[in-house]
């Protein structure tokens, strides 16, 4: 059986000595060696100023919101993953949902102005595959509204545009190192800003509150990473470049074998932009392929390759949120055009040459 995505483990040996100095210690939570160790190398990595660990990525992206204080309504995608508007949600905003671009599946600047409202006051994006969003256009609108920006940069490890890492954009961008994603800690996730007091409010909130011992400053919560975790999230970091660059060799394949496949749009890579290859999305027109998605989700099904539609059903489509103003087709052409055709094709390090073009085979079959 071939699934959309499977996992890189570290090292066993070079974890059970890890293991081993944390079972000496008996520190295992509370923000011990490893969990600084691991900040620091993170920071060194992804070339960024302050980091700060947690259990996962839905509670980063709740955490960002509480530590930015953000109220109201907030203009974002619904082109993504559930939690991105979850997050909004447990914090009490309203989401209001913006359309989205063809070439890269991220936010339409030019959508979001006319959905600012008295109330609005951020703007929350995702850089949807790891396609950096159009953070100049955004941060301009953001500018002159007022708007934090809070980036959902859950696909986003290790991007870089013109050399520099895109999760130093905006007010914060939040990761998650969930076990699906291209850097894994089997679970967890982080807050990257480049504002060192904001960091350390994050800190506390992460951490209930605390200051010190006797000393609250918010209405924090537990969502701190423990030392089992880091330790192995700082084995992992020597494995991320061999991992993506063996990626990077898959996603090569697919695009030599399904070039000129009527009926199929592959992507290729962005301008000035270094990808992580965390997913391999194509999309499949009925009426020039001749099957639908659907159609052809079922074929690999059937052969055992359990590929995945993300995004689809869109956020907007779910009864959560399918009442609100802005979930109207009217309002998403694009991204309920591109939900209906998206697939999103297996791809990990270990995927094996043979498989793909098993897969690409069935698919022109
Ligand atoms: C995975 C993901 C999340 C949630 O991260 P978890 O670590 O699973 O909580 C949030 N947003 C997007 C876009 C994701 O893909």
Known sequence: MIYVTQPSLPNLEEYTKL??????????????????????????????ENISLFTNGTLALIVALQALRITGEVITTPYSFVATT??????????????????DF?????????????KTTAIMPVHVYGNPCDNKKIQKIA????????????????????????????DLSILSFHATKTFNTVEGGAIVTKNIKLKKRIDYLKNFGFVDETTII???????????????GLLQIKNINNEIKKRKQKVKLYRTLLNNVKGITIYKD????????????ILIDKNSFGKTRDEVYEVL?????????????LISQFSTYSGLASAKKTNLLV???????????????????VTIEFIVNLIKK
């Open 19 to 48: 293991l081993e100095q944390i079972w000496e210690s008996k520190h295992i939570a509370n923000i011990g060696t490893f969990h600084k160790q691991f900040e620091k190398k993170l920071k060194k990595y992804l070339k960024i």
């Open 86 to 103: 979850h997050a909004l949600h447990w914090n009490g905003i309203k989401p209001v949902f913006c359309d989205i671009n063809k070439h």
């Open 106 to 118: 991220n936010i339409n600047p030019n959508n979001i102005e006319s959905l600012i409202t008295p």
């Open 143 to 170: 500018d002159i509204y007022g708007l934090k920006v809070i980036y959902d940069a859950a696909h986003a490890f290790a991007v870089e545009k013109k050399n520099k890492s895109i999760l130093n954009w905006g």
């Open 218 to 232: 918010g209405h924090g919560i537990n969502a701190k990473m423990n030392e089992l975790i880091a330790a192995y």
């Open 270 to 281: 962005l301008k000035k932009t270094k990808h992580n290859y965390s997913y391999f999305p």
């Open 301 to 313: 099904k059937k052969n055992n390759i359990f590929v995945r539609r993300y995004f689809h059903p």
């Open 335 to 353: 991204a309920t055009k591109l939900a209906e055709q998206i697939l999103c094709l297996p791809l990990y390090s270990d995927l094996e040459n």
